[in-house]
């Protein structure tokens, strides 16, 4: 048996499993139709796992598929096998366990089910504007209520489906009138091509001291499948190209300084600084290089693992700005699924006297949010020693 039958086999019976049950178990005296009927839509998302998996499909369109399918149709089916399981082993105690669990678990199957939906349609598309205000006895005088506006993880492509989203953002990007915008990471899923419809909007973005930006980890273009080996790096040069043409300034491993009269703040960009398997084109010392050491620095850096691992133990770099998690695009209250995976996955963290910022971010790889939603971040420097204040507004 090959290796292909056998992926297809397993990944079979993964999925089709939590199915077997309901139809054999809860649903055994249903007209066999009806069981069909049942069962269609989980073969519909074994053939999408098959084409992305084994095929190496990962064309937007399909990613959103999978992801569609997952949410609304293996997880409902999950979720309600696995309660239902539950009320089969507490039946052998009680009566009646076994019913009262399927009816629990029909509750929470349609209660996800509205989450997903509501995700899927509505809560990508809802931008929120998050106002920080960050005070340091550091930020000089002149930069008492400067303001910086910070987008993170457009992921462009997800957005063909909903280009009047992007122009929403750009103006109320704009209406907070910005001393200063950065951005920071993943411009794109996995094309240059896919900011071809938007190069027009995206370069309507406005600040005093314009737009400056770093590269995350899908911005090198490493998640596609190319027949050329050489093919992501045209890609990144395509990126990195359209960034410039739309007005974007991108700094990759290297600093600027931005100045109000004899005053100056500094404003550092790495390439990116990916932890665990993600890329890492990181240059901290570098892009350190020829920057006082007393003065107000600010760190853009793509995955804000990079903080813990190399800012805080070899810099003294007083707020850095980074977005990555998306807080997996699902959060309810201060919780998130992400928080499992990285310590700082969004929000406002300090240390000592420095402090990290971590975007949700603007966009997704999928088509969904539920709490998480696309997010705005408007901060505002203060000259002050007071702690942070962290407000929300839509």
């Given at each position: 048996m090959t290796t292909f039958f056998i992926i297809f086999i397993v990944i079979g019976l993964f999925l089709l499993l939590p199915d077997a049950y309901i139809i054999f178990g809860v649903l055994r005296n249903v007209s066999w139709w009806w069981k069909v009927l049942f069962f269609l839509p989980t073969l519909a998302f074994y053939f999408v796992v098959i084409k992305i998996f084994v095929f190496g499909d990962t064309r937007q369109g399909a990613m959103n598929w999978l992801f569609r399918l997952s949410l609304l149709v293996f997880l409902p089916v999950f979720i309600f096998a696995i309660i239902s399981i539950i009320g089969k082993g507490i039946g052998l105690f009680w009566e009646h366990g076994f019913m009262v669990f399927n009816w629990i678990a029909l509750g929470v199957t349609c209660l996800w089910l509205i989450v997903?939906?509501?995700?899927?349609?509505?809560?990508?598309?809802?931008?929120?504007?998050?106002?920080?205000?960050?005070?340091?006895?550091?930020?000089?005088?002149?930069?008492?209520?400067?303001?910086?506006?910070?987008?993170?993880?457009?992921?462009?492509?997800?957005?063909?489906?909903?280009?009047?989203?992007?122009?929403?953002?750009?103006k109320k990007v704009n209406s907070l009138n910005p001393d200063?915008?950065?951005?920071?990471?993943?411009?794109?899923?996995?094309?240059?091509?896919?900011?071809?419809?938007?190069?027009?909007?995206?370069?309507?973005?406005?600040?005093?001291?314009?737009?400056?930006?770093?590269?995350?980890?899908?911005?090198?273009?490493?998640?596609?499948?190319?027949?050329?080996?050489?093919?992501?790096?045209?890609?990144?040069?395509?990126?990195?190209?359209?960034?410039?043409?739309?007005?974007?300034?991108?700094?990759?491993?290297?600093?600027?300084?931005?100045?109000?009269?004899?005053?100056?703040?500094?404003?550092?960009?790495?390439?990116?600084?990916?932890?665990?398997?993600?890329?890492?084109?990181?240059?901290?010392?570098?892009?350190?290089?020829?920057?006082?050491?007393?003065?107000?620095?600010?760190?853009?850096?793509?995955?804000?693992?990079?903080?813990r691992r190399e800012v805080l133990p070899k810099s003294n770099i007083d707020l850095m700005l980074a977005g990555h998690t998306h807080a997996m695009q699902f959060k309810i209250g201060n919780w998130s699924p992400s928080k499992y995976s990285y310590p700082e996955w969004g929000g406002l963290y300090s240390e000592g006297n420095q402090q990290l910022y971590v975007s949700t971010g603007i966009g997704e790889n999928v088509a969904f949010r539920f709490g998480a939603f696309p997010q705005i971040v408007l901060i505002d420097l203060k000259r002050d020693t007071m702690p942070f204040v962290h407000g929300k507004t839509s």
């Open positions: 997903a939906v509501y995700g899927l349609t509505l809560g990508w598309k809802k931008v929120t504007v998050e106002k920080v205000t960050v005070a340091s006895s550091k930020i000089p005088e002149s930069f008492n209520g400067y303001k910086i506006v910070q987008l993170s993880d457009f992921h462009i492509g997800t957005y063909a489906s909903s280009p009047k989203t992007v122009e929403k953002i750009v200063l915008i950065v951005f920071t990471g993943d411009l794109v899923n996995t094309s240059s091509s896919e900011i071809t419809q938007f190069e027009d909007v995206l370069s309507q973005l406005k600040a005093k001291d314009g737009v400056l930006a770093v590269l995350g980890n899908h911005d090198y273009c490493l998640y596609k499948h190319y027949v050329a080996p050489d093919s992501p790096q045209k890609e990144l040069s395509k990126v990195v190209a359209t960034e410039k043409k739309i007005g974007w300034k991108l700094l990759r491993n290297e600093n600027l300084q931005i100045k109000r009269g004899d005053d100056s703040i500094a404003i550092i960009g790495v390439e990116n600084a990916g932890g665990k398997s993600f890329t890492d084109r990181s240059d901290l010392k570098k892009a350190l290089s020829g920057i006082p050491e007393n003065e107000f620095k600010i760190l853009l850096s793509h995955d804000p693992s990079h903080w």
